[in-house]
């Protein structure tokens, strides 16, 4: 029998809102709030978030000043391209 703190705590899902509303909490700049919400759909959060860990303020959840969504989001895309490239070789 596993005890209580054995049990791993999930984290409940967010909507789309609220996950915007959290990247803007954490000074992200979003300019677009609309493609922002259209990109979070086809990218997770999580996934996208993780291309951001090196723009956040040591020890902080929050972000460098004047970190855009849309620099994460192309940190995404050079990331995709690049593997892809890799990965045709």
Do not use: C
Not at 3 to 27: A, C, F, H, N, V
Not at 55 to 71: M, P, V
């Amino acid at each position: 029998m596993s005890s209580e703190k054995d049990r791993i705590s999930l984290k409940w899902p967010t909507t789309y809102k609220q996950q915007i509303d959290l990247l803007l909490s954490r000074g992200v700049v979003i300019e677009d709030v609309e493609q922002a919400t259209t990109i979070l759909k086809h990218i997770s959060y999580y996934r996208l978030t993780a291309y951001g860990l090196s723009l956040k303020q040591e020890g902080s959840d929050n972000y460098i000043a004047n970190t855009s969504f849309e620099h994460i989001y192309r940190l995404y895309e050079f990331d995709s391209k690049l593997r892809a490239l890799l990965m045709s070789r």
